[in-house]
């Protein structure tokens, strides 16, 4: 089945799927991932890759163990399985069912503090499927995840005026909250604006890649 399967209609042919949604277990485990977190920025030096400041642990976070980032986990796969089966209805449910498929989904996190003055600069997760984030500590003026337009030439379509120009190249702002996880194909550049706060900013960044056989 197509997602657009009728030709008297508007049709966005190239959309790109992001997933929003508030984890319904985070107040039951964010003290504790914020814990772990906290202990680990303390004993560990940073990893420094598109982060300007700030912690950044080493990309196996989801391998530390403990009830908490095993449910994190699990809920990670559960969101990544809602987008396909999203926009792919039942013909996902299908092929995984289908004789001699076999699909594993790897995951790789890895934990982050910003303080006030720390982002991340604009880059993209080369290798993997599916990027996120998981937001345990936010606080109001924490720094927003921009999502870049990915179409090439499209600010070539600029009127100055903002209903005329709905398709044209702006950012996609959004605004951390504790318990959201953001999903996002992981070719899709994006970046962090300035951590305002005086109140840390944690979260968890996390790369899917799925693999056969």
Known sequence: MLLFNTINDVQLHFATPVLHKIWPAAAEHNAKLKELIVQKSKAVDSRAISNRGGWQSKDDFLE????????????????VLHIYQTYHRERFMEYLQTPGVAIKMRAKGWANINKK??????????????????????????GQLALLDPRPNIDMMDTGIEVL?????????????????????????HQVSTHEADLERISIAFNIKFVTG
């Not at 950012?171 to 318990?179: A, N, S």
Request: glycine share 8%; proline share 7%; with cysteine.
């Open 117 to 142: 003055g720390d982002w991340n600069a604009a880059h993209n997760h080369y290798g993997s499927n599916w990027s996120g984030v998981y937001y345990v500590q936010a606080p109001p003026k924490s």
């Open 165 to 189: 120009d709905m398709f044209r190249q702006i950012p996609r702002t959004i605004d951390p909250q504790e318990g959201l996880t953001v999903i996002f194909p992981s070719w899709l550049q």
């Open 64 to 79: 530390w163990g403990g009830e908490s980032i095993a449910a994190l986990s699990q809920w990670i796969q559960t969101c």
